[in-house]
């Protein structure tokens, strides 16, 4: 297939938020051992992790605040039941099931998914999508596209990696503003249970 980018606009999916909570313990009879915890406790605390920095975008405002298809619920789930309990996923979700990919994506051990959602898939024409969904080979070669290999938090997300497909797909920005092809990142950072989920606002074609 011609290697574009069909579909815009979105909703979008979600992510949990970590805090970490540090208490330093003082004793006056032990002055000594209290200056030692001082510095690693104002270290660990200076330098955020990527899941510290939680999910970011426009678009993570759609996602159901409560259940399992909200942030909290995401998180619990490996990917593919994740986006399951979804309803701004169904369509990814649907595919996924025709290319019985399901046991697949649930059982890696590391992934990053650029997500499309239901509006990027409504953007392809209805007979166009409908060739697409029952073609299982074409539809394993497109949605495994949309995958990565590791769990990419958004320091790592930009460049070109390489696809479950075989193929590459280039990222490009920064901060909270990231762009596949013309696509655009409308949710990312999003934690499940197995992989960290870029909810974009296209279907990426290989």
Sequence with gaps: MKR????????????????????????????????????????????????????????????????????????????ATAASNNPL?????????????????????????????????????EDQLNALLADKDQLTTVLTHHVVEGELGPDEIAGEHETLAGDTLMVDGSGEDFTVADASVICGNVPTANAKVYVVDAVLMP
């Design 89 to 125: 996923l169904s369509t990814l979700v649907t595919a996924v099931q025709e290319a019985g990919l399901v046991d697949t994506l649930n059982s890696a051990e590391s992934l990053t998914v650029f997500a499309p959602t239901n509006d990027a898939f409504a953007a392809i024409p």
């Design 4 to 79: 574009t980018i069909i579909g815009r606009t979105g909703l979008a999916t979600a992510a949990l938020s970590l805090t970490l909570g540090l208490a330093a313990c003082s004793s006056g009879d032990d002055s000594e051992a209290s200056m030692n915890s001082e510095p690693s406790t104002s270290q660990e605390s200076s330098e955020p992790s990527d899941d510290m920095m939680g999910a970011f975008g426009p678009g993570c405002e759609a996602i159901p605040t409560s259940g399992a298809g909200s942030l909290d619920g995401m998180a619990e789930d490996p990917v």
